[in-house]
């Protein structure tokens, strides 16, 4: 493991020491979760999302399975089926209600989780592998979520699988047969469903084998902290069992509070009423709007209202742009360690960043999820371009100049020192600053304190 | 489930002082009665998950079936569905009825008398589960044509149970006799099963 | 470096591309979207007085409401509309004994096959048959109803925003248009159609269907247009969701244990990070 100081599993019974030579999963579980696993001491309420993101990867796979034990993939008797589940199958109805909301549930976890990211910039060395692992893992859930969505082939279903795939419609050349091989035919039909229930049931395996890298991934420099200040000495950290078992487990209860009133009191808040209207391909509804945790793409995709033309020739239709800006809104983020090179990691010591994240970034995403669920009418379409135009700009154009003009603030010596305040501070003979209190203050683009250094 | 992040041995926190007599430091039992929670959530959480498997509504609602029996001959046998299983209708022939009666019953692996197992005043229509009792596969002998066994009753051909004009177990690993299903006769010619 | 340069360019190409070519034509244009006409016409969903007893997180079913709507269904809506999900047997989670369900199914006619000849035939339904379907296909239904198709009302106050409220304005949203407006607006409502104040578009395939005094309930309820409404709104938000009350209450008990589980995981934190915990100057 990263640390030096970290704990050594030590098998006591002769049991214990048997399974260690033979198959040491109890010392992989030691190292991962457990106490042999040195973990920044300061870690706030934000850092609970991950575990709380990898329960919910369990939560929905455990329902899903059983509920796949009763649910039919034919487009003729699949709504049916469902509606079976809900009345006559033994707490079919929670078990499904805990499905539907799970996904939402995961996905305002997991938003919490990349946002957690992007305001303490986890993403950057030593920690940029465990950042590209991530944005995989969203991706993948959102072709899961989409898919699982269409199960149930309700009005919304049947409508978001031929918009989808659609999309895929919009590409030149290869558009129209690559849609129609998606989809199986010229519309959704029995092909599709089959093959959505296929890979919705895939899929979260998939997940949870990238999850398993991002684990691995995380455990080579370790966690980050909320003072983005790596690591320097034993007292930096804590051991992730009991202190970080214990937190996250009271954070787990805190989630399942929050989920039991979802899934009990207000099932369908998160749903649309459309969805429970059997698929009629004859029939589109008023609004078709995707499940909430995609309205910020889905309105990025509507921004572009304008084919890219020049002198009356239409070199790129708007529908392609659409396509392209949304696919292009979560690709941005594979370059963001690259693109944010400020040597200072946590938010909190960037002031001109900070300001851009919580006035810019935030109403802007806020804005978009609005837009994505209004009409594609005035004055939706004007504010959906102006927020889609600052999500561009702020990854690409105002993230890369921040980090080349910002002064940072001064930086705590060590995580110790920023918890316990430099008085009683067991590490600060050095290098900490001349005064109790004082910190070195960085240059911009020197490496203020080893920030960056990679772990040892 | 709910448990992972409760649990905690104990900490270097307590105080040494307040070991108790057996050793453990007082204040783990919150410890202790956090894991216990946790553990309880777990355990309630696994009990939907398995009892979903369960028959559900749809299948355990009681259904019936209608037979009529007026166009049933004696020494033919109908086929019908009770509750997703084979059920045989059967209209015994006066030697059959002798030949079920003639048995010494306490010879029986399952002592039935043919008359336990019909209706008063219709003993010659015999209503009973086509379901071998050995392992549920579907006995011969209710089609015309087909194998009646050395019994002249009903013939399971996958294990080679052997039945009687009674639809009782007479030779073969069946346990017991073919299980005749709840019934009443609504008129003279009809029976409602279930 | 080039990937930040790279990253400053693609960006300002992608926000140039929307802003010339989207947002400034479309602002040149702006244009904000007219309601059409018949939106000075809607109202606001109405309720009855004192609600539904099911509503809220302490809900209860009030089964001779229930089975007072289940007549109201039988007697009215179920000539043209189906309730395809919904089994005979189910009536029995409504206050009717097995003998009553089995009595009431047998008063439904249900698509069977004559055993004799093979045939189809109507044959008194069983209580684990479902509720039939009024037409024998959606073409008849359409043919029937002026090429409206009745939906199916099993799941009619979960297919509706708001749908319990919606289900119970829309039986009492058959009104005179008010004059002033429609001189305002040279609003008609088009052959073959009624209209509704609550309905989206206004205008509806369905005729009024209750009126005051529309059934005799055998319970002495006095059968006015809004207590009949409430009462098949309320069948229909059973039938919608039978598991809903059975929901709130396993949702109490949960909510309860969670609750308690997590002040316990709370204080084990405490007690872990005892001595932990900054102690900031």
Known sequence: MSFAWAKQYEPKSAFTKWIDEKLPVPRLVYNAVGAGYPVPRNLNYMWNFGVLAGFCLMLQIITGVVLAMQYESDTGVAFASVEHIMRNVNWGWMLRYAHANGASFFFIVIYLHIFRGLYYSSYKAPREMIWLLGVVIFLLMMATAFMGYVLPWGQMSFWGAKVITGLFGAIPLIGEPLQVWLVGGYAPNDATLSRFFSLHFLLPFVIAGVVILHIWALHIPGSSNPTGVEVKQESDTVPFHPYYTAKDGFGLGVFLILFTLFVFFLPNVLGHPDNYIEANPLSTPAHIVPEWYFLPFYAILRAFTGDLALFGVTLVPAKLLGVIAMFGSILVWFFLPWLDKSPVRSGSYRPLFKKFFWFGLVPCMILLTICGGSPAEEPWVILSQIATAYYFLHFLVILPIVSQIEVPKPLPFSITEAVLGSDDKPGSMEGGGDKPGKVVKPLPGSDPDGSLAPAE | MANSGADMGGTATADPNMLDEEGVRRRDWIHIAALSAGGVAAVGAVYPLVSQMAPSADVLAASTTDVDLSTLEPGMAIKETFRSQPLFVRRLTPEEIAEADAVDVSTLRDPETLADRTKEGKKEFLVTLGVCTHLGCVPLGAASGEEKGEFGGYFCPCHGSHYDTAGRTRKGPAPTNLVVPEYQFTTDTTIRVG | ?281
């Not at chain 3, 990937?3 to 360019?9: D, E, N, Y």
């Not at chain 3, 939106?39 to 009855?48: G, R």
């Open chain 3, 1 to 281: 470096m080039t990937i930040r340069l790279a990253g400053i360019i693609v960006g300002l190409v992608i926000t140039g591309i929307l802003v010339l070519w989207s947002l400034l034509p479309g602002a040149l244009n702006y244009s904000a979207p007219e309601k059409p006409d018949y939106y000075a016409f809607k109202e606001e969903l109405i309720e009855p007085a004192g609600g539904f007893s099911f509503e809220g997180p302490l809900g209860k079913w009030d089964t001779a409401q229930l089975q007072r709507g289940y007549s109201v269904y039988k007697q009215v809506c179920s000539s043209c509309h189906s309730l395809q999900y919904v089994a005979f047997r189910n009536l029995q989670e409504i206050g009717f004994s097995e003998a009553e369900v089995r009595a009431e199914a047998a008063s439904w006619q249900v698509p069977g096959i004559d055993p004799q000849t093979g045939e189809s035939i109507m044959r008194p339904a069983e209580p684990t048959d479902h509720f039939p379907m009024p037409y024998p296909n959606k073409t008849a239904a359409r043919l029937a109803n002026n090429n409206a198709y009745p939906p199916d009302l099993s799941l009619i106050t979960k297919a509706r925003p708001d749908g319990v409220h919606y289900v119970y304005s829309l039986n009492l949203g058959y009104k005179e248009p008010d004059p002033e407006l429609v001189e305002k607006t040279g609003f008609e409502t088009p052959t073959g159609l009624y209209f509704n104040v609550y309905f989206p578009s206004i205008n509806l395939a369905m005729p009024q269907q209750i009126y005051d005094g529309l059934v005799t309930y055998p319970d002495g309820t006095e059968p006015t247009a809004e207590q009949i409404s409430a009462d098949v709104t309320a069948f229909l938000a059973w039938t919608a969701e039978p598991k809903m009350i059975q929901r709130k209450q396993t949702g109490w008990v949960v909510l309860g244990f969670l609750l308690f589980m997590t002040a316990l995981a709370f204080l084990s934190y405490k007690q872990v990070w005892a001595g932990m915990k900054p102690k900031k100057k």
